[in-house]
């Protein structure tokens, strides 16, 4: 394919920019914790926030999955979504919608010609396929990040693997037809670059963080009856890792185990991944000490959070990760897996500790040494607040994609914010 061309010489002159992100399966109005909603979503949701604040206007399309659901939903002051229609009407898994991609790129042309944005920003790959078919007929310039990459997926898990086939090609199409990748950590740069995206066409800037609602201080979830608590936070598919960490716990003597996400309480015992930790937790002798909410209202998940002695991220692979952010801004020390993006936001030892990923026992000789140590614990705690007010909250993050905007577009960032 033709690239597009480089960066725009003649952008909207500084301050008010028109923001279009598309984010095809990933709505920021969907409930949290499913198979298919998790950090992608909080992740439009808050970058959308975060640019109105600082006096552009947003407009989030996202793939209609309900009949009766309204165009447009305004979700805050300078942000609204816009649902596009494009295949059936319902839930589907996002590994079934590229064939609907063509029909939700000529919706996006259309509606990119009626209402003409300034810039647009697509969000994972089937996103930034659609995307660069439209930018192209509306003559926008098309920055694209991509939350995952079918490369490394494709390493990790093999034939259980279930994206399309047509995956890594597509994602090649839209590193080279963007004008500009916005990586999310270090990893994923040397990633890009195997795949052939140039490096000029590359600039870092990391996932943010709430740092006014993932704070210290604040309502702590009810305890339970052992000594020490671990959490684990996310939606439940293997690779997250709670099996490693339900196999660690039995290292772990006192200490429970709370695991959040998934479907609603009353589901869990129908959802295949619960039952299937459940069996491990029950051969390794821990199923009184592993405990399932399910999937959590937005409101509940701070207290959950300041209620463990230690948050785990043990995932096989992470793309980035908004567990250890949202962890280290309540406070709380991180055992997380050293791979993808928490190799950057988890500083060990002076954040948590780093450990090698499918590795129980590694995990466990980690969460032991930090519940020994109370004191470590709670400098480990102090530091990863500062460490996220440094360097991931969203007003931070918000600059530094509009400075990425306003380079493809030729013009200043805003002087206020």
Same mark, same amino acid.
């Given at each position: 394919?033709?690239?597009?061309?480089?960066?725009?010489?003649?952008?909207?002159?500084?301050?008010?920019?028109?923001?279009?992100?598309?984010?095809?399966?990933?709505?920021?109005?969907?409930?949290?914790?499913?198979?298919?909603?998790?950090?992608?979503?909080?992740?439009?949701?808050?970058?959308?926030?975060?640019?109105?604040?600082?006096?552009?206007?947003? &407009?989030?399309?996202?793939?209609?999955?309900?009949?009766?659901?309204?165009?447009?939903?305004?979700?805050? /002051?300078?942000?609204?979504?816009?649902?596009?229609?494009?295949? *059936?009407?319902?839930?589907?898994?996002?590994? %079934?919608?590229?064939?609907?991609?063509?029909?939700?790129?000529?919706?996006?042309?259309?509606?990119?010609?009626?209402? #003409?944005?300034?810039?647009?920003?697509?969000?994972?790959?089937?996103?930034?396929?659609?995307?660069? +078919?439209?930018?192209? /007929?509306?003559?926008?310039?098309?920055?694209?990040?991509?939350?995952?990459?079918?490369?490394?997926?494709?390493?990790?898990?093999?034939?259980?693997?279930?994206?399309?086939?047509? %995956?890594?090609?597509?994602?090649?199409?839209?590193?080279?037809?963007?004008?500009?990748?916005?990586? #999310?950590? %270090?990893?994923?740069?040397?990633?890009?670059?195997?795949?052939?995206? *140039?490096?000029?066409?590359?600039?870092?800037?990391?996932?943010?963080?709430? &740092?006014?609602?993932?704070?210290?201080? !604040?309502?702590?979830?009810?305890?339970?009856?052992?000594?020490?608590?671990?959490?684990?936070?996310?939606?439940?598919?293997?690779?997250?890792?709670?099996?490693?960490?339900?196999?660690?716990?039995?290292?772990?003597? !006192?200490? /429970?185990?709370?695991?959040?996400?998934?479907?609603? +309480?009353?589901?869990?015992?129908?959802?295949? /991944?619960?039952? +299937?930790? +459940?069996?491990?937790? %029950?051969?390794? !002798?821990?199923?009184?000490?592993?405990?399932? #909410?399910?999937?959590?209202?937005?409101?509940?998940?701070?207290?959950?959070?300041?209620?463990?002695?230690?948050?785990?991220?043990?995932?096989?692979?992470?793309?980035? $990760?908004?567990? *250890?952010?949202?962890?280290?801004?309540?406070?709380?020390?991180?055992?997380?897996?050293?791979?993808? !993006?928490?190799?950057?936001?988890?500083?060990?030892?002076?954040?948590?500790?780093?450990?090698?990923?499918?590795?129980?026992?590694?995990?466990?000789?980690?969460?032991?040494?930090?519940?020994?140590?109370?004191?470590?614990?709670?400098?480990?705690?102090?530091? $990863?607040?500062?460490?996220?007010?440094?360097?991931?909250?969203?007003?931070?993050?918000?600059?530094? #994609?509009?400075?990425?905007?306003?380079?493809?577009?030729?013009?200043?960032?805003?002087?206020?914010?």
């Amino acid at each position: 394919m033709t690239p597009n061309p480089g960066p725009r010489t003649a952008g909207p002159a500084p301050g008010v920019l028109s923001v279009a992100l598309v984010s095809e399966h990933a709505s920021p109005l969907a409930v949290l914790g499913g198979v298919d909603a998790g950090g992608q979503n909080v992740h439009v949701a808050a970058l959308a926030a975060a640019l109105a604040d600082r006096g552009h206007r947003v &407009t989030v399309h996202t793939r209609r999955d309900a009949p009766d659901l309204p165009d447009r939903v305004p979700l805050r /002051e300078g942000v609204e979504v816009h649902h596009v229609s494009a295949g *059936p009407p319902r839930p589907l898994p996002k590994d %079934r919608l590229l064939p609907y991609m063509e029909e939700f790129g000529d919706r996006l042309a259309r509606q990119w010609r009626a209402r #003409t944005p300034d810039v647009a920003h697509s969000h994972y790959w089937m996103s930034g396929l659609a995307s660069l +078919r439209a930018a192209r /007929e509306a003559g926008l310039p098309l920055l694209h990040t991509y939350h995952a990459l079918g490369t490394v997926k494709r390493r990790h898990q093999g034939a259980a693997d279930t994206s399309p086939p047509e %995956r890594i090609a597509c994602e090649v199409e839209v590193g080279l037809g963007c004008d500009r990748v916005i990586a #999310t950590c %270090r990893d994923e740069v040397a990633e890009l670059a195997r795949m052939g995206v *140039p490096a000029d066409r590359i600039v870092v800037v990391p996932c943010g963080v709430d &740092t006014d609602r993932f704070t210290p201080l !604040g309502p702590v979830a009810r305890g339970g009856p052992y000594r020490y608590r671990l959490l684990q936070l996310g939606r439940l598919v293997p690779r997250k890792g709670a099996a490693v960490s339900v196999a660690a716990l039995a290292r772990l003597p !006192g200490t /429970e185990l709370v695991v959040v996400g998934g479907p609603p +309480r009353d589901l869990l015992d129908d959802d295949p /991944e619960v039952r +299937r930790l +459940r069996d491990v937790a %029950r051969n390794a !002798g821990v199923a009184d000490r592993v405990r399932f #909410t399910g999937g959590v209202s937005a409101g509940r998940v701070p207290p959950l959070l300041r209620s463990a002695d230690v948050v785990l991220c043990p995932a096989d692979y992470e793309p980035f $990760g908004i567990v *250890p952010l949202e962890a280290m801004a309540c406070g709380r020390p991180v055992v997380a897996s050293a791979v993808g !993006g928490q190799l950057d936001t988890v500083a060990d030892p002076g954040t948590g500790r780093l450990v090698p990923p499918r590795d129980p026992e590694a995990l466990a000789r980690a969460v032991a040494g930090l519940l020994a140590d109370p004191a470590a614990r709670r400098a480990c705690g102090a530091a $990863g607040r500062r460490r996220v007010l440094g360097r991931y909250g969203w007003p931070r993050i918000a600059a530094a #994609t509009e400075a990425a905007y306003c380079e493809v577009l030729d013009a200043e960032p805003a002087p206020t914010g």
